[in-house]
């Protein structure tokens, strides 16, 4: 999981250094420590948007059921919540 | 006028006057109220350029400079839908709304779509293009549903995007008379990477699948056939495929047409560059990865509604 996500971060920032440079139409591979630099900050946004995710993924399951609670509660004594 | 007639300006107090409570005109329990909410909604359409309070949007956007047309192209779009959704969806959630809201999305998909396509012009195009927009965005909060709002929160995204990157290329192009879409003949020989870039986004604006723009109207669409709005989806859909004309025709003049004078484009900026590139990678490769994206509009769409 982190190692996919290091590299699909990886490859996104050096294909947007790539791009940067050929659209202003330069030698793609010109000053190639920008390559690095943005091969590391692509890796290291892979990384958070992979942990944002589980992130979200938790609060929203803990939120959905926070409101099904809530609804429970409204309805009680109905059949929603006899079937529930 | 609200606040007057309710004696509250606080939107949980608002809902809580306004549970159960008649809005319509005929069966009001006060006009004042009514035509307070009615003025709150002209204002909101009138600044987010929806039909029919469209009419200033061409004019201002053609003379405007491209870096003021490009920031209220793009910035009240995300604010006063916000500010709708809170007014409309939290404080006054009435089937009164509804039918004013569906009128509007669908006269603005309409417009949008029919006007755009006599323009020669780039930036009443793009106009035009953002009041059709408006109309696609209109139909997930004319839903009311927590699904309608998500779409929209979406659809806001993507559109955002997919604007900033367009803006970015007129505003790389303008130094070099860039005023008719004309004047884009031969790009592609003259930066085929930009005209990769731009016709990414005119597919994208298209609604061509597998892109952002098709994601963003597919949830759009979804959401109005999931509330029972069949003739919205349906409207939609005919005036996205409408659309595609002049979309599709700036690909046209940038690969097969030849302008009659020919253009040196100046090397453009490394931060429009940048801009264009992560937009573009956004735009392409939504469709691989959209989760945390769903989740995260998921989320705000049960904060603004529950």
């Not at chain 1, 009680?76 to 529930?84: F, K, L, P, Q, Y």
């Not at chain 2, 209109?138 to 995007?161: A, D, K, N, W």
């Amino acid at each position: 999981m982190v190692g996919t996500a290091t590299f699909v971060g990886a490859a996104l920032g050096l294909s947007i250094q790539f791009f940067s440079n050929g659209v202003r139409k330069l030698p793609l591979m010109r000053h190639p420590w920008e390559h690095v630099l943005a091969m590391g900050l692509g890796a290291a946004f892979g990384n958070a948007m992979a942990k944002w995710e589980v992130h979200l993924q938790d609060e929203l399951d803990k939120r959905l059921q926070e409101v099904q609670s809530a609804n429970k509660k409204r309805f009680i004594g109905t059949m929603r919540a006899v079937e529930d | 006028m609200i606040y007057g007639f309710t004696g509250v300006t606080n939107f949980e107090e608002l809902a809580k006057i306004f549970t159960g409570y008649k809005i319509t005109l005929f069966g009001a329990q006060s006009s004042g109220i009514f035509m307070g909410i009615l003025f709150i909604a002209v204002g909101f359409l009138f600044k987010i350029t929806a039909v029919p309070f469209h009419m200033w949007a061409p004019d201002v956007y053609e003379g405007s400079p491209t870096l003021v047309t490009a920031f209220f192209s793009i910035a009240p779009k995300i604010s006063i839908l916000a500010n709708m959704v809170r007014v409309f969806i939290y404080s006054f959630y009435d089937p009164t709304w509804q039918q004013l809201f569906f009128f509007c999305s669908i006269a603005s998909m309409i417009l949008g779509a029919l006007a755009a396509m006599a323009q020669n012009k780039v930036k009443r195009l793009l106009a035009y293009s953002s009041i059709g927009h408006v109309g696609y965005l209109f139909i997930g909060f004319s839903c009311g549903t927590i699904e309608g709002i998500q779409s929209l929160l979406i659809g806001v995204f993507i559109y955002v995007l997919m604007t900033i990157n367009v803006f970015a290329i007129v505003l790389a192009l303008r130094q070099n008379r860039f005023k008719y879409i004309a004047d884009l003949g031969a790009l592609a020989k003259t930066n085929p990477i930009l005209a990769i870039t731009l016709s990414i986004t005119m597919f994208s604006y298209a609604g061509i699948p597998p892109l952002a723009g098709f994601c963003s109207k597919f949830y759009l669409f979804f959401a109005a056939l999931g509330c029972g709005a069949y003739l919205l989806a349906l409207i939609g859909v005919v005036t996205s495929v409408i659309s595609c004309f002049y979309y599709i025709r700036f690909v046209k003049i940038m690969y097969f047409d030849t302008p009659k004078t020919w253009i040196l484009y100046k090397p453009m900026d490394r931060e429009k560059s940048l801009l264009l590139a992560i937009t573009l990678f956004f735009i392409t490769f939504f469709f691989l990865y959209p989760s945390p994206f769903f989740l995260v509009t998921h989320q705000m769409a049960l904060s603004l509604c529950l």
